[in-house]
């Protein structure tokens, strides 16, 4: 008997056809590769990759494609080929969706690799939506109001530290002539819910007080740590409103951050460890593209050979490492992204990145 030559994988599943394979099975496979990076299933392939034929059911491959268009919401459009090896293969090929797919019936499925290597369709629960429509840049989390919540969950105090940090930074000064009201309509720290202003979760996470943010948004941890060796120095975890956490993680910073002197000529320079704004750049992307719909923490790790932020999430759909200095810059929480540009923490034309890798090099 003939093996097709490779093994399951992400982006490729086999089905057997003896039976033959039931249409929900087709569907279900369809749905879940959509939802995740699109890929190939082959019908007549066992899962250890040896070929036992197409069922006849299943060789009118136009039908197919249309039936499958007709069973998925929004309609799937694949590219079905017959493949003849000893016996025949059908290939289907199934594009990554740019929205949620969902089977007719409603099942949402996507693809995930197990702990033995191979892959499997599991259901896809409502965080997860959340979390796929905000890689796709299409679903503002930041922007929606946080359900049980009132003005009272924002700190005054926040407020406050938001105006200096205006000042401060040289953000927009027209924003500090604005009364509290204005102002928060003006960023979107509120909505208006039934003609209540509400809490968004961009508010929450720039004023909100610190019990209301644990109440509210259990996501939104940050920590920092500081190694020396293998001895650590620091190890501080906390959940702040990302003003807050900022200006701390900044202290700790710069309190570790050396600077060497340095004599080019008749001039004396300073040269940092780490530069700080790129260390300012990579901080505030961490928190501004971070996936607040999934469990996880902003961590700051500096050692002795460098420094480490990571978020939860990963690139946005279209961003890659290949192409992260040349992609047109999008971010995932668009509303936090701008608040934060207009305060005068983030760059304001969406090139942060560019910042970071300047200053990691300039030195």
């Known amino acids: 008997m003939k093996n097709i030559g490779f093994n399951e994988d992400m982006k490729n599943e086999f089905k057997s056809d003896r039976g033959p394979l039931p249409d929900t099975d087709i569907i279900d496979a369809v749905v879940a590769f959509a939802n995740t990076e699109g890929g190939n299933l082959y019908l007549g392939v066992e899962n250890n990759g040896d070929i036992t034929g197409l069922h006849k059911s299943h060789r009118d491959i136009t039908r197919l494609g249309a039936f499958i268009a007709n069973k998925t919401v929004p309609a799937v459009s694949v590219r ?15 594009p990554k969706s ?3 797919i969902a089977s007719s019936e409603g099942k949402i499925q996507r693809r995930r690799i197990k702990i033995d290597g191979t892959p499997e369709n599991i259901p896809m629960y ?3 939506i959340s979390s796929r429509l905000s890689s796709l840049s299409l ?3 930041s922007a929606q109001p946080v359900p049980d919540a009132d003005y009272n969950d924002l700190d005054p105090v926040e407020r406050e ?3 200096n940090i205006i000042r401060s930074y040289r953000g927009d000064q027209a924003l500090l002539e604005l009364n509290d009201e204005d102002l928060d309509k003006t960023l979107r720290i509120v909505t208006n819910v039934n003609g209540i202003p509400t809490p968004t979760f961009c508010g929450l ?12 948004m259990p996501t939104a941890e940050a920590a920092i740590q500081i190694f020396s060796g293998t001895n650590i120095k620091v190890n501080d975890s906390f959940y702040s409103p990302i003003l807050a956490a900022f200006e701390k993680i900044t202290e700790y910073f710069n309190a570790e951050n050396r600077f060497e002197e340095m004599e080019i000529g008749l001039f004396r320079i300073s040269i940092p460890d780490i530069e ?7 901080l505030v992307n961490a928190f501004c593209h971070r996936d607040y719909s999934v469990l996880g923490r902003v961590l700051i790790q500096i050692k002795d050979e460098g420094m480490t932020v990571s978020n ?11 192409n992260l200095l040349e992609a047109e810059p999008h971010g995932r929480n668009p509303v936090l992204a701008d608040a934060l540009k207009r305060i005068g923490l983030a760059e304001r034309t969406g090139r942060g990145i560019d910042r970071i890798y300047e200053g990691s090099l300039l030195y």
Do not use: M, W
């Open 80 to 94: 079905t080929e017959i493949i003849d090896y000893e016996l025949p293969v059908l290939k289907i090929e199934v």
């Open 98 to 100: 740019r929205s949620v």
């Open 126 to 128: 409502p965080y997860e």
């Open 139 to 141: 679903f503002d989390f």
């Open 161 to 163: 530290r938001l105006r």
């Open 205 to 216: 996470l720039l004023i909100g007080r610190k019990e209301s943010i644990l109440k509210h």
């Open 276 to 282: 700080p704004r790129a260390f300012r750049e990579s």
């Open 312 to 322: 939860p999430g990963g690139f946005i759909d279209g961003i890659t490492a290949d």
